[in-house]
C-alpha cells in the first residue's frame, strides 16, 4: 500500500499518521472498515496487549471510545473513529467530523418502565423528571430544546438498573437492538438522535497532512459503500 | 498555604518569562522592520465601544461596573480597540497607518479545557490598502515573525470569509437557515453540513458541490479545482485568491501559504481574505487574522483593514518543540 506524502505547501509530515481507534463496541467493525481500507489490522486482532501499532504509512493507537476526542482535538492523534454519541456528549472537543461510517447504527432514546407512569407523573406532578444517563450534556440538550426540566444523574454502569431501584423516573440511553431494555423491563418513550461510526480529524493535521488524510477518507467512503 | 487564581489564568515565573521576553522582542523588531509601530491601548473599555466592533456582544465575557455605573468590559482582542484607536486619534491622518502590539486579552474558556482566560496575543494591524496588496503585506510580515520565531515549517491557511455567504446567496438561501450552515462549515462537521444543506432545499448535486468545496486545501492548483465546481460565488471568490496568491509568489512569499477554500473563522468582523497559521508540532492554531474592510466604518471612517494575530504562549510551545525535534533529528 502506498500513501502520497501531503506535498501541500512546502510542510513536513512527521512520521506515520496516527489514527485513534476505540475498543469497545465499534472495535470489530472498526478493524473491518480498516481492512477494506487497505490498512493491516492483523497485529491489532492479536491478543496483544499493546496500545500503539506502528505501520509505514499509518500507526493505529487504541483507546476507549470517548477518548478519542481528547487525543483528536490536542493533535495526539491526527485522525480518529468513534461514535457519534461519543461527539455529541463531548461537543465541545473541537474535531472536524468528516465521514459517516456508517456501522454502529443506534438509537440514543429515552426509555421508561413498561407500563409505568412514573415519567409522566413526575413531570406533572413534580414539573421535573429525573432521568439517570451516561449522556448527561446530550440528554440536557434534549429536554432543554423540548421545554422541560430534568435533573439529569449521571451514571457510569448500567444505565437500566436506575429505575428498576428507583434512582430516576427514566434513562436516556444508546440502543441498538433493544433487548438490554427489555430484559429490564423497560421500552423507548422517545427518540433523540441517531448515531453510527464517525471519522474524525484534528483541524491543523486535516490542514497540514492533507493528501494523506484525503486519501484515506476516499479509501474508508468506498469501503463505507460496498 | 496555597491562595487560588481563576482556571485559565496563570503565574509566569522567570525560566518561561526570559523565552517569553526574548520571543516577544523578536517579533516586534520584526512588526518595526516593516515600519509597524507598538501601540498599547486599555485592558478594560467602554462596553459599548467593543460591541459597535462586534456585532455579537457577547464576545466580550467580563463585563462589570464602574463607579459612576458605567458599563465596563476586558477586550477580547486588539483588532476592535486599534479599529477605536484609529477612529479617535488619526482620523485625519495619512493612510496607510501601521499599527503593531504584544498584549493579554480575555476570553470565557469552558471549564476543564485547559483554555486560557487571559492569553497574550502579538500582532499587526493595517490600515489603509486594500486587497489584494494590504493582505500581501500582511502575509508578509506573518511570514517574517514566523521566521524570527525559529517555525520554518509553519503554514498560512488563506481562505475567503465571504464564498459561502455569497454562495448561499446564491443557492437561494437566506435568513435563519444560513446560520446552522454556516455553523457547520465554522466546525467543519461534513456530517452535520450535508443534513442542513439538504434540510434547506439545496439539490443533491449543489450538496455535494458545497462539500466538496469545503475539502479543497493546498496549492494553487486547488483554486483551478474549484472553479471547475463552478458557480459565480466560487468564480468571484478563486478571482480574489488568484490574485491574493499571484501577488504573493511575485513577492516571492507564497511558498508557506496554503490556499484553504474551507477556511471559515467565527469572528464576526472578517470580510475576504482571512488568515489561520498551523505548525506540524502542535495540534492547535497558532493564530490567525484576515480582512475587516468593514469594520473601520463601525467606527465611523470607511477604511479597508486587514491583520494578524499570534497566539504568543502557543508560539512559544510550537518553538519548544520544534527546538526538541532539530535536536532528535540532527
Do not use: W
Not at chain 2, 202 to 216: F, Y
Not at chain 2, 261 to 287: F, K, M, N
Amino acid at each position: 500500500m502506498t500513501v502520497e506524502v501531503a506535498g501541500n505547501a512546502g510542510a513536513i509530515p512527521d512520521g506515520p499518521l496516527k489514527l485513534a481507534v476505540p475498543r469497545g463496541a465499534l472495535f470489530e467493525e472498526t478493524l473491518d472498515a480498516l481492512e477494506r481500507a487497505g490498512i493491516d489490522t492483523a497485529a491489532v486482532r492479536g491478543a496483544s496487549r499493546a496500545l500503539i501499532f506502528p505501520g509505514k504509512a499509518i500507526a493505529l493507537v487504541t483507546m476507549r471510545p470517548s477518548d478519542v476526542p481528547t487525543y483528536v482535538e490536542a493533535g495526539a492523534a491526527d485522525v480518529g473513529i468513534t461514535g457519534k454519541d461519543v461527539l455529541l456528549e463531548q461537543s465541545d472537543r473541537m474535531v472536524y467530523e468528516l465521514l459517516d461510517l456508517g456501522y454502529g447504527r443506534c438509537r440514543m432514546v429515552l426509555a421508561g418502565r413498561r407500563g409505568d407512569e412514573r415519567l409522566g407523573e413526575s413531570q406533572r406532578r413534580l414539573g421535573m423528571m429525573r432521568i439517570a444517563t451516561k449522556y448527561p450534556r446530550v440528554a440536557e440538550r434534549h429536554f432543554e430544546s423540548t421545554g422541560r426540566q430534568v435533573e439529569t444523574i449521571e451514571v457510569k454502569g448500567s444505565v437500566e438498573l436506575a429505575p428498576l431501584i428507583g434512582l430516576a423516573d427514566g434513562i436516556v440511553d444508546l440502543v441498538a437492538t433493544g433487548r438490554t431494555l427489555e430484559e429490564n423491563d423497560l421500552e423507548v418513550r422517545e427518540e433523540i438522535v441517531e448515531c453510527s461510526a464517525r471519522f474524525v480529524a484534528n483541524r491543523v493535521a486535516h490542514k497540514l497532512r492533507a493528501a494523506e488524510i484525503d486519501e484515506l477518507m476516499g479509501r474508508l467512503r468506498e469501503g463505507a459503500e460496498t | 498555604m496555597i491562595h487560588p487564581i481563576p482556571p485559565g489564568t496563570r503565574d509566569i515565573l522567570p525560566d518561561e518569562m526570559r523565552e517569553l521576553r526574548r520571543l516577544h522582542l523578536e517579533l516586534i523588531a520584526v512588526f518595526e522592520r516593516y515600519g509597524y509601530g507598538e501601540v498599547a491601548t486599555p485592558a478594560i473599555e467602554y462596553d459599548e465601544v467593543l460591541a459597535r466592533g462586534d456585532g455579537r456582544t457577547a464576545d466580550s465575557a467580563y463585563r462589570f461596573f464602574d463607579e459612576r455605573g458605567d458599563l465596563l468590559a476586558l477586550r477580547s482582542d486588539m483588532t476592535v480597540p486599534i479599529a477605536r484607536l484609529v477612529a479617535s486619534r488619526f482620523a485625519d491622518a495619512e493612510e496607510p497607518l501601521r499599527f503593531c502590539y504584544l498584549a493579554n486579552a480575555f476570553r470565557a474558556v469552558r471549564p476543564q479545557r485547559g483554555q486560557m482566560r487571559e492569553f497574550a496575543q502579538a500582532g499587526v494591524e493595517l490600515i489603509g490598502i486594500p486587497a489584494p496588496d494590504g493582505t500581501v503585506e500582511v502575509i508578509e510580515v506573518l511570514g517574517a515573525a514566523l521566521d524570527a520565531a525559529g517555525l520554518d515549517r509553519a503554514v498560512i491557511g488563506l481562505g475567503d470569509a465571504d464564498l459561502y455567504r455569497q454562495l448561499l446567496s446564491e443557492l437561494g438561501v437566506e435568513g435563519e437557515a444560513r446560520e446552522p450552515i454556516l455553523e457547520r462549515l465554522a466546525m467543519h462537521d461534513l456530517v452535520g453540513l450535508e443534513t442542513e444543506l439538504s434540510q434547506a432545499g439545496i439539490g443533491a448535486e449543489q450538496v455535494d458541490t458545497c462539500l466538496a468545496l469545503s475539502q479543497l486545501r493546498g496549492g494553487s492548483e486547488v483554486l483551478d479545482q474549484a472553479r471547475e465546481l463552478g458557480g459565480e460565488a466560487v468564480e468571484r471568490s478563486t478571482a480574489r485568491l488568484g490574485n491574493t496568491f499571484e501577488a504573493l509568489e511575485s513577492r516571492g512569499v507564497a511558498e508557506r501559504v496554503q490556499v484553504d477554500l474551507g477556511l471559515l473563522r467565527d469572528l464576526g468582523y472578517y470580510s475576504g481574505a482571512i488568515l489561520e497559521v498551523y505548525d506540524p508540532a502542535l495540534g492547535h492554531v497558532l493564530g490567525g487574522g484576515g480582512r475587516y474592510d468593514e469594520l473601520l466604518r463601525r467606527f465611523g471612517i470607511d477604511l479597508p483593514a486587514a491583520g494578524f494575530a499570534l497566539y504568543l504562549e502557543r508560539v512559544h510551545v510550537a518553538q519548544m518543540e520544534e527546538e526538541s525535534r532539530r535536536r532528535g533529528s540532527g
